[in-house]
């Protein structure tokens, strides 16, 4: 056993079991004589192993059988400029939902293909809530709706999912576009709701560099912008079930484990009771403390990324310094926000964050 909680925000940590699995078969994967790292991606040993995931994802996430999941690379950053080359089909304007910094790159991201309008800003009150519905604004001729379920950074999480066929100036037949990166499997979502979704695997599926992508399959028939690679196009990979080129193989394959590890927890529901338990530890410990705070709105803050600052900030080095050395490491706030962060996500175990709660009571305790 590992003697340390890695509270990172990303990459981030994964279930011990799994990475014990992927060391038994790192240099022999199923008595086939060669480690995962080196088979060929179209070799029927790699192709069980891509085929199982998917079909895991599937079963997991009950994803319909007209949206195709691709695996591809470039992690979810590159989406921002994807979705809108191929998403756009002749329009000149996208929507984007602003409630943080990723959000807010995606938007900056679109820029250069498009008009983007924010339909929705919680910048007003320092990116500290997630906007209402009613407070939406879908413009007539927009391509889709962009939104980040979960700002990594700020802590904000969506607990709900917007429904476009009641928001103001909208319809249900505007795509609903998802970042659901540092959320995804956390809990259960209906797919059926998004037009497409994007998650990059480094925070709750695996290691960095996988981008996993579920489309729906009408989205597929868009013509993309004028001169956008072939690499560029959902179709491309659609079509070729994502061995179009070289996937990032090792990264599908820990992928893979981590499908089978969901499923032995008991799937989204089991995962999602064991993240609001983990996560009401420590959001409680807070909010009864006058020593601790955070600055989230409580109906809006995120079960998987928890900022808090100390009432004394002089004091955030010595906090740093104390819980490293008690095992507990990568507390640290992002650095335009300060602060400390504890990315509970999946793969933290309850222990971790008990480890945690108990070490923040003896600080706060032993300097009041």
Known sequence: MRKIYNFSAGPAVLPEEVLEQAREEMLDWHGSGMSVM?????????????DKAESDLRELANIPANYKVLFLQGGASSQFAVVPMNLLEGNTQADY????????KAASE?????SVHITASSEQDGFNSVPPLEQWHISSDTAYVHYTPNETIGGVEFQWTP?????????GNIPLVADMSSNFLSRP?????????YAGAQKNVGPAGLVIVIIREDLLAIPPLPRTPTMYRYKTHADQASMYNTPPTYAIYIMGLVMEW??????????EQRNIA????????????????????RSDRSRMNIPFTLSDSGLDEVFLKQAQAHGLLQLKGHRSVGGMRASIYNAMPLEGVQTLATFMREFEKNHV
């Open 110 to 114: 679109a820029g250069q293909y498009c």
């Open 38 to 50: 080196e088979m060929s991606h179209r070799g029927k040993e790699f192709m069980s192993i891509v």
């Open 163 to 171: 429904d476009l066929s009641v928001a103001p100036g909208g319809n």
């Open 189 to 197: 979502f209906d797919v059926s709701k998004f037009g497409l979704i």
């Open 278 to 297: 983990k996560a009401k530890l420590i959001y409680d410990l807070i909010d009864a403390s006058s020593f601790y705070h955070c600055p989230v709105s």
């Open 262 to 271: 969901l499923k032995k927890q008991g799937g989204l529901v089991a995962i």
């Open 97 to 104: 939902v602003h409630t943080g910094q990723w959000s807010k």
